[in-house]
């Protein structure tokens, strides 16, 4: 599933037509989440969503819009959720490798919790369009943003270096390391997120450990 909260069953606390904007907005996102997750954007309906939300679909619209806005919400929110949980894990540590070990642990298991979702937000063919690109660009960029930030902080490359915009390049290329062998994951749930992550970090952190000491001594 998508992030997931309890304001499904907040609904249930007040009475036909008194729920709060916000409390329905919240449970209409997670039931959308929920049924994406299991059926993938295209084969979602609306009329099933308003099914099981208990409302019509013009409720639906008049808080999200469309179709598209709405899952264009939901990727939103899982981007935020996973960031969060991958700069809380980073700030729990304070050597270098250690940090880039317990984040993508964190990054790992959130995906663990939501590996079908996450299938559909970048391996189907219907969300490679433009209508989506936006929301997915910008959960990408926001882990390449945590880990070139963790990167510069080790080599001491502020955003004026000359060397920072090779340590970009060099985070972007292992960010798409991280997306690719989270989909390759999808057929192979049994290996544990700590292992996953061991096996990832063997490949790229000389790399990484390498480049870094080189910024650090380059003007």
Same mark, same amino acid.
């Given at each position: 599933?998508?992030?997931? @909260? ?13 729920? #709060? ?41 008049? !808080? ?39 984040? @993508? ?52 490359? #502020? #955003?004026? !270096? ?23 994951? !999808?057929? !192979?749930?049994?290996?544990? #997120? ?23 001594? @380059?003007?």
């Amino acid at each position: 599933m998508f992030v997931a @909260s309890s304001a499904d069953v907040l609904v249930k606390g007040y009475r036909p037509g008194r729920v #709060p904007r916000a409390v329905r907005s919240e449970q209409l996102l997670d039931l959308a989440e929920r049924l994406f997750a299991e059926r993938g954007f295209q084969a979602a309906s609306m009329d099933e969503l308003a099914r099981r939300a208990g409302v019509s679909k013009p409720v639906i619209y008049d !808080h999200f819009g469309s179709k598209e806005q709405l899952f264009a919400t939901c990727v939103r929110r899982t981007g935020e959720a996973l960031a969060e949980r991958v700069a809380t894990a980073l700030s729990e540590e304070t050597d270098p490798r250690a940090r880039l070990r317990a984040g @993508s642990i964190a990054y790992f298991r959130f995906l663990r919790e939501q590996l079908e979702a996450w299938i559909v937000l970048f391996d189907e063919d219907g969300l490679r369009d433009s209508r989506f690109a936006a929301e997915a660009s910008l959960i990408r960029h926001r882990q390449s943003d945590l880990m070139i930030h963790l990167m510069a902080e080790t080599s001491g490359t #502020p #955003p004026d !270096h000359a060397g920072r915009p090779r340590l970009e390049a060099m985070t972007l290329a292992v960010a798409g390391a991280y997306e690719s062998l989270s989909l390759w994951w !999808h057929d !192979h749930p049994d290996v544990p #997120p700590e292992e996953l992550t061991d096996w990832l970090l063997d490949l790229i952190w000389p790399g990484l450990e390498q480049l870094t000491s080189q910024l650090a001594a @380059s003007p």
